[in-house]
């Protein structure tokens, strides 16, 4: 069976650039937001019809950004309507969006659930007051608990709260703190991210200059450790680094009804579907500008800025070009995948599912060869320094599973090295 394809839509607008994201957004071009949605559907046109004659099954759709709750309702009802006409569409699909808690209404949460959106991701970030302002959120503690209040009002059963620690003079009590005060709201999903200081970001120029202290590795180490233990004991699952979700008991229905596209691997309920689809390597298409995808072999990329991306989707019936699919009049670079290149994304990207890991039937199945024959000495090495372990599938019973161990989850970037 073809495994089912994912959709990725970028949404680069912001109401301000917050100093640490590099991300592709951009502050104060609110005003190009109508002419962007027609850009988005023009786009969606042109793949669907490309795709017209391939049997593709869109199962989860994702609205990234940048802040894709500046959208109205309206233009996510437009943008969905162009995307299941252009598309097949499983049944029950995750359609997700991301949302800063400042900047939806009820009004509006009622409104793109009712246009079909069923998972919201709404960047928290922390729960202390200093740290939002370092991090130049534009939100407090009480707009997330309103946020969180008006979603379950307007039927929202899925929602994530992004989180982010190791910050800059953080303490191991206040991250505590703000952990604790999210599972008092009881989301289905927790992310919780390292902060990384990224290159050409206000926060990387800073602490290059001595303005901002660097976030220690050891008190991020001890914050991450407890992270796991806590909600572990508070009723979620750990299924990828840095990724929880509550179970709800369902793993019978979730295989039974193939919510998932490895439907024998225990994932908890309440995973996100979509970002499923990227650590297990499978297809998902891009749209909007800077959007990465990959599919049909390819992995391929946007025009960055918004006004060259949306230029490029109204004039390119002037143009006599061909595009192989998934490319676009959008397209700016494009890879085809070499064997090498899959074999080692997979590595990378299932190694991060902490329990699923790396199948070896799977992974003979994908590539023709076992995995021990591609990378014989890199995992003899990992399990001996005590990275990696190997243990027989719970469900598959005949195939061996390959995963981090507790210390591999922490020193994760040295095991992915090893099959880059």
Request: with cysteine; charged share 20%; proline share 5%.
């Amino acid at each position: 069976m073809k495994p089912e394809t994912s959709i990725y839509i970028h949404i680069p607008f912001c109401k301000h650039r917050c100093a640490y994201c590099d991300f592709n957004t951009y502050a104060g071009q609110e005003d190009s937001i109508p002419a962007y949605v027609e850009a988005l559907i023009r786009e969606i046109e042109f793949i669907g019809n490309q795709s017209t004659n391939l049997p593709i099954t869109i199962h989860t759709v994702f609205f990234g950004g940048g802040t894709p709750s500046l959208l109205s309702a309206p233009q996510f009802d437009s943008v969905l309507k162009a995307l299941t006409s252009a598309f097949a569409f499983s049944p029950n699909p995750e359609i997700s969006i991301e949302a800063n808690p400042g900047t939806i209404s009820p009004q509006k949460l009622d409104g793109i659930r009712k246009a079909g959106v069923n998972r919201i991701s709404f960047g928290v970030q922390s729960a202390n007051a200093e740290e939002l302002r370092m991090l130049e959120r534009e939100h407090n503690f009480f707009d997330v608990i309103e946020a969180v209040f008006s979603a379950r009002n307007a039927g929202f059963d899925n929602l994530n709260l992004d989180l982010i620690y190791g910050l800059p003079e953080q303490t191991l009590q206040t991250w505590q703190t703000t952990l604790k005060r999210v599972v008092d709201l009881h989301p289905e999903h927790i992310s919780a991210y390292a902060l990384t200081l990224e290159h050409g970001t206000p926060f990387g120029r800073w602490s290059t200059k001595g303005l901002l202290p660097i976030p220690d590795p050891d008190s991020a180490a001890e914050m991450y450790e407890w992270t796991m233990d806590y909600l572990s004991q508070s009723g979620y699952a750990q299924y990828e680094i840095s990724n929880w979700a509550k179970h709800k008991d369902e793993f019978e229905r979730m295989r039974d009804e193939e919510i998932h596209p490895s439907s024998f691997i225990p994932y908890p309920f309440f995973a996100c579907r979509h970002n499923l689809q990227y650590w297990r390597s499978l297809p998902y298409l891009a749209f909007g500008a800077g959007a990465h995808g990959y599919a049909n072999g390819y992995r391929y990329s946007n025009a960055l800025r918004i006004k060259t991306y949306i230029e490029r989707l109204t004039h390119y019936q002037s143009q006599i070009t061909t595009y192989e699919f998934p490319l676009s009049p959008a397209t700016v670079n494009q890879h085809k995948q070499t064997l090498q290149d899959d074999i080692s994304e997979y590595m990378i990207n299932n190694l991060r599912l902490v329990d699923a890991g790396v199948v070896e039937s799977d992974f003979r199945l994908r590539f023709g060869s076992g995995l021990l024959d591609v990378y014989p000495n890199e995992i003899k090495e990992l399990i001996q320094n005590g990275l990696l372990e190997v243990k027989t599938s719970e469900v598959l019973k005949t195939s061996e599973v390959y995963r981090l161990t507790k210390r591999g989850r922490l020193l994760g970037n040295q095991v992915f090295m090893r099959f880059v």
